[in-house]
């Protein structure tokens, strides 16, 4: 951990809501090298997936008269593959498919987690007992395992891999929000909320909701990384995007193929997935020790 | 210690009982006959029907669940759609390689982590330190099919050094040769992260008590570090390892596919390409297994050396 040394104690800032600790929180992250050079490239990938139409030289999915498997030139900047589409605009359009994935399998998994979390944390204790089991029992499947037995189940699509990354990561965020949830119900001033008559359900909304939201959408943001190299893991074994639809795994998988031909397609395939990793990874290991210096602090 | 040993084996059993269920229920709950699924679309209802008498599928679900749990109980897993031939015995026959393969990826990455960890401890705050730790955090982020596609690039394509595929025929030589870079990929995310735990970990216990004990009383730092706190240090690795297990079964999968190795990963991409329901299913039920029982035994372990955690379940 060599960037939580290096960061200021956060503890007299809490509390500071407005404009004043949104520059104190940038100030912190401006410091941190690494997390500006995460927030650089998030920011780099995310543009480039939001303008994908702009910014792609070709037609993504256009297969052309051209070389074939071409080493990179200044018309094609990562070459050509075996059907002589553009690489680069393969990546680009790429970038698209996996943040869609990442951002609706995400969403899904932080609010049903979120829910059950609060059933968990909040319900009686048998309820919590076996919802804890059903929890572990979900995660003692090995994600990629678990993916490959719905994938046969349910065919490989996107919407498959957005369905195995949901129910995998909700057992995950559920767990957080109900220890919290539980470590809260019992502090004064939601018993005091309680003695002045408030139900359950404005409990949890208006006064445990605020306090668990913020871990975990630290908490997500860390595992976009993860999501992003599950889809194109899923998608490099042929079990996640169909093709033509480019994805950062099946440029992998075409140039998997064609290796001994020529290497440009492999190399193109795989720097977008390690720069987007690290960039995530970067920004969010800053964002944790500004934010939450507790949270996960062992991974 | 006794009654922890007693739940925890009681949570694995539910786990893995809870596990097949889920397995079991995914399979029905999909629209449409298993029966039809598993003979294609040429099936013709003749066929359908000995198949649906030959699973049970008439049987009330709860009888079917019953006889799918004693099946597995009796190491019954059905038998291969293709060849005829049992699926447990399929699936035991591909698991050595794996097994392989992840405890040599798991060793080398330990014996170079512990040391390096170890080592940015001491050193804290120094150049090696600091690159150390950003270098982890990149290994732990680069997902290991891509480590494994561009191992497999430079050194077996382009420098020609290493095989690219198989996992070697002819003697013990050539098996090393077929593991090196698949173990290369596998480990080396764990090289990052062992060496954060065992630096974190390192870091704590050289600002404990018995260790300023140690140096008040003037004993070497040598013998401080490796008597007193290097034990205690490497504690933390060993639950890491438990859970672990799931990420190094992904990673595997992906090398075996990337360098074409028998295994247990080859086996099931292979398995649901063909949709061949059986090997899917063993498959599933034995890394399900291997997984539970890794994880129930670093907890033990775990439970035994520290009695903190005896109390938490």
Same mark, same amino acid.
């Given at each position: 951990?060599?960037?939580?040394?290096?960061?200021?104690?956060?503890?007299?800032?809490?509390?500071?809501?407005?404009?004043?600790?949104?520059?104190?929180?940038?100030?912190?992250?401006?410091?941190?090298?690494?997390?500006?050079?995460?927030?650089?490239?998030?920011?780099?990938?995310?543009?480039?997936?939001?303008?994908?139409?702009?910014?792609?030289?070709?037609?993504?999915?256009?297969?052309?008269?051209?070389?074939?498997?071409?080493?990179?030139?200044?018309?094609?900047? %990562?070459?050509?593959?075996?059907?002589?589409?553009?690489?680069?605009?393969?990546?680009?359009?790429?970038?698209?498919?996996?943040?869609?994935?990442?951002?609706?399998?995400?969403?899904?998994?932080?609010?049903?987690?979120?829910?059950?979390?609060? @059933?968990?944390?909040?319900?009686?204790?048998?309820?919590?007992?076996?919802?804890?089991? @059903?929890?572990?029992?979900?995660?003692?499947?090995?994600?990629?395992?678990?993916?490959?037995?719905?994938?046969?189940?349910?065919?490989?699509?996107?919407?498959?891999?957005?369905?195995?990354?949901?129910?995998?990561?909700?057992?995950?965020?559920?767990?957080?929000?109900?220890?919290?949830?539980?470590?809260?119900?019992?502090?004064?001033?939601?018993?005091?909320?309680?003695?002045?008559?408030?139900?359950?359900?404005?409990?949890?909304?208006?006064?445990?909701?605020?306090?668990?939201?913020?871990? %975990?959408?630290?908490?997500?943001?860390?595992?976009?990384?993860?999501?992003?190299?599950?889809?194109?893991?899923?998608?490099?074994?042929?079990?996640?995007?169909?093709?033509?639809?480019?994805?950062?795994?099946?440029?992998?998988?075409?140039?998997?193929?064609?290796?001994?031909?020529?290497?440009?397609?492999?190399?193109?395939?795989?720097?977008?997935?390690?720069?987007?990793?690290?960039?995530?990874?970067?920004?969010?290991?800053? %964002?944790?020790? @500004?934010?939450?210096?507790?949270?996960?602090?062992?991974? | 210690?006794?009654?922890?040993?007693?739940?925890?084996?009681?949570?694995?059993?539910?786990?893995?009982?809870?596990?097949?269920?889920?397995?079991?229920?995914?399979?029905?709950?999909?629209?449409?006959?298993?029966?039809?699924?598993?003979?294609?679309?040429?099936?013709?209802?003749?066929?359908?029907?000995?198949?649906?008498?030959?699973?049970?599928?008439?049987?009330?679900?709860?009888?079917?669940?019953?006889?799918?749990?004693?099946?597995?109980?009796?190491?019954?897993?059905?038998?291969?759609?293709?060849?005829?031939?049992?699926?447990?015995?399929?699936?035991?026959?591909?698991?050595?390689?794996?097994?392989?393969?992840?405890?040599?990826?798991?060793?080398?990455?330990?014996?170079?982590?512990?040391?390096?960890?170890?080592?940015?401890?001491?050193?804290?705050?120094?150049?090696?330190?600091?690159?150390?730790?950003?270098?982890?955090?990149?290994?732990?982020?680069?997902?290991?099919?891509?480590?494994?596609?561009?191992?497999?690039?430079?050194?077996?394509?382009?420098?020609?050094?290493?095989?690219?595929?198989?996992?070697?025929?002819?003697?013990?030589?050539?098996?090393?040769?077929?593991?090196?870079?698949?173990?290369?990929?596998?480990?080396?995310?764990?090289?990052?992260?062992?060496?954060?735990?065992?630096?974190?970990?390192?870091?704590?216990?050289?600002?404990?008590?018995?260790?300023?004990?140690?140096?008040?009383?003037?004993?070497?730092?040598?013998?401080?570090?490796?008597?007193?706190?290097?034990?205690?240090?490497?504690?933390?690795?060993?639950?890491?390892?438990?859970?672990?297990?799931?990420?190094?079964?992904?990673?595997?999968?992906?090398?075996?596919?990337?360098?074409?190795?028998?295994?247990?990963?080859?086996?099931?991409?292979?398995?649901?390409?063909?949709?061949?329901?059986?090997?899917?299913?063993?498959?599933?039920?034995?890394?399900?297994?291997?997984?539970?029982?890794?994880?129930?035994?670093?907890?033990?372990?775990?439970?035994?050396?520290?009695?903190?955690?005896?109390?938490?379940?």
């Amino acid at each position: 951990m060599t960037t939580a040394e290096t960061v200021h104690d956060t503890g007299e800032s809490e509390g500071v809501r407005g404009p004043g600790a949104l520059r104190q929180y940038w100030q912190q992250l401006r410091q941190d090298h690494l997390g500006m050079l995460g927030l650089l490239l998030v920011v780099l990938m995310v543009g480039s997936a939001i303008l994908a139409d702009v910014v792609a030289p070709y037609e993504a999915t256009k297969v052309m008269v051209g070389p074939r498997l071409a080493p990179p030139s200044w018309d094609h900047w %990562l070459g050509t593959d075996h059907l002589g589409r553009d690489v680069l605009s393969r990546v680009i359009m790429g970038g698209r498919v996996a943040l869609m994935v990442a951002m609706a399998a995400l969403g899904a998994a932080l609010s049903l987690g979120l829910l059950l979390g609060l @059933i968990a944390g909040f319900g009686p204790q048998w309820l919590d007992n076996g919802m804890l089991l @059903i929890f572990d029992a979900v995660r003692a499947f090995p994600v990629i395992i678990f993916a490959l037995a719905v994938v046969t189940l349910l065919g490989p699509s996107l919407s498959t891999v957005i369905f195995v990354v949901a129910v995998t990561s909700i057992p995950i965020y559920a767990r957080v929000v109900r220890t919290q949830t539980q470590s809260l119900k019992n502090n004064e001033f939601i018993l005091a909320e309680r003695a002045m008559g408030a139900g359950t359900p404005r409990i949890l909304g208006v006064h445990i909701l605020p306090n668990v939201i913020g871990p %975990l959408l630290i908490l997500a943001s860390m595992d976009v990384p993860l999501v992003i190299t599950l889809e194109a893991g899923l998608s490099f074994l042929g079990m996640g995007v169909r093709p033509p639809t480019p994805s950062w795994g099946t440029i992998l998988n075409d140039g998997y193929n064609y290796i001994r031909n020529s290497p440009w397609p492999v190399v193109a395939g795989g720097i977008p997935i390690i720069l987007t990793t690290l960039g995530f990874t970067f920004l969010g290991e800053a %964002l944790r020790d @500004i934010f939450d210096p507790k949270l996960r602090k062992d991974l | 210690m006794w009654l922890y040993l007693v739940r925890r084996l009681f949570l694995a059993v539910a786990i893995v009982v809870l596990a097949v269920t889920l397995l079991f229920v995914m399979i029905h709950a999909v629209p449409g006959d298993p029966a039809a699924i598993i003979l294609g679309p040429r099936a013709t209802p003749e066929l359908k029907a000995a198949l649906h008498a030959k699973m049970g599928l008439d049987d009330p679900l709860p009888v079917q669940i019953l006889t799918f749990f004693a099946d597995v109980v009796r190491g019954d897993m059905g038998t291969d759609v293709f060849t005829q031939r049992p699926v447990s015995r399929i699936v035991l026959g591909q698991l050595p390689f794996t097994i392989t393969l992840i405890l040599t990826s798991i060793a080398w990455a330990a014996l170079v982590a512990i040391p390096l960890g170890c080592y940015s401890a001491i050193r804290r705050n120094t150049m090696i330190d600091k690159v150390t730790g950003v270098l982890s955090v990149g290994t732990i982020a680069i997902p290991s099919f891509v480590m494994a596609l561009y191992a497999l690039l430079i050194f077996a394509v382009l420098l020609k050094w290493l095989p690219a595929i198989g996992a070697g025929q002819g003697g013990l030589w050539d098996a090393i040769r077929h593991l090196i870079l698949p173990a290369l990929a596998v480990g080396i995310g764990w090289v990052g992260y062992i060496s954060r735990i065992v630096r974190a970990s390192m870091l704590e216990i050289l600002g404990e008590n018995h260790v300023r004990m140690a140096r008040a009383f003037g004993l070497p730092e040598r013998r401080i570090v490796f008597r007193y706190a290097l034990p205690l240090a490497i504690l933390p690795t060993v639950t890491v390892l438990g859970v672990g297990m799931a990420h190094l079964l992904s990673a595997a999968v992906f090398a075996e596919v990337v360098f074409a190795r028998p295994g247990i990963g080859g086996l099931i991409v292979t398995a649901v390409n063909t949709r061949n329901y059986p090997i899917v299913m063993g498959t599933v039920l034995v890394t399900t297994g291997l997984f539970v029982i890794s994880t129930t035994i670093a907890d033990l372990v775990n439970a035994m050396l520290d009695p903190r955690v005896r109390e938490s379940l």
